[in-house]
């Protein structure tokens, strides 16, 4: 299905191979069950797991083969019209930038325009939407991935949502280049996050924790501009 969605747009790419959450060694390449405790309301699962680990080995080959940029897509994504437009985009963003959100999942997330270019906006989001399975990842992008997530405890999209609050620059085109064709992906087959209990206190807590490194930042940037 993807393969298809790809050749109608003339689509070329290279195909990364998944790392299964299925193998015990899986959990000691970096999840920290000590961390998952405080960061996170519930255990991650293999399924998640496995998927972080996978973009990980996708932000190493954009380093290893020192990209420019690349286009990181999951299985469960198929093409829509606005890709056509997504390098002419890309070439006239004209700041610094580490991410670029291609798929929302559910379109709930507030956002601010920074321009319009050949009929698609790049926006910034208050907070970044939850999912990862379209982006575009830049060179520099990659780096810091990999730098701040050798050791993780919340699955990739909440983590991303923390990076990019001050850690990655990140933005997003719409209308979406591209759409969820299911909602959950072959990672489930290794259990999906909806079926392991959670601790709601902890999940509050992080709730907080969250808002509390949202205001700081805001009151950094804040100060910053005025002194």
């Known amino acids: ?28 390449q970096g999840y920290s069950k000590r961390a998952n405790k405080l960061n996170y309301y519930k255990k991650l699962t293999l399924g998640e797991i496995g998927c972080f680990l996978s973009h990980r080995k996708a932000w190493s080959f954009i380093v290893e083969h020192k990209l420019a940029f690349a286009v990181v897509l999951e299985d469960d994504v198929m093409f829509e019209h606005s ?24 379109e709930k997330r507030s956002a601010t325009t920074v321009f319009m270019s050949e009929g698609v906006s790049v926006v910034k ?24 997530t050798e050791s993780f405890s919340r699955p990739l999209d909440v983590e991303l949502q923390w990076l990019a609050v001050d850690k990655i620059k990140a933005l997003g085109i719409k209308p979406y280049p591209f759409k969820t064709r299911k909602l959950h992906s072959d990672i489930d087959q290794f259990g999906r996050r909806n079926s392991v209990s959670g601790n709601p206190v902890v999940k509050v807590f992080n709730l907080i924790k969250f808002q509390a490194h949202l205001f700081k930042h805001f009151c950094l940037n804040f100060w910053f501009l005025n002194h």
């Open 1 to 28: 299905m993807f393969t298809q969605s790809a050749k109608h747009y003339s689509a070329e790419f290279s195909v990364i191979t998944a790392i299964k959450g299925s193998s015990d060694n899986v959990m000691h």
């Open 83 to 106: 890709f056509q437009q997504l390098d002419k985009v890309i070439d006239k963003i004209n700041e610094p930038w580490d991410y670029i959100n291609l798929n929302e999942v559910h």
């Open 125 to 148: 989001y208050n907070k970044l939407p939850i999912g990862a399975s379209a982006q575009v990842i830049s060179y520099s992008g990659a780096e810091k991935l990999l730098k701040y």
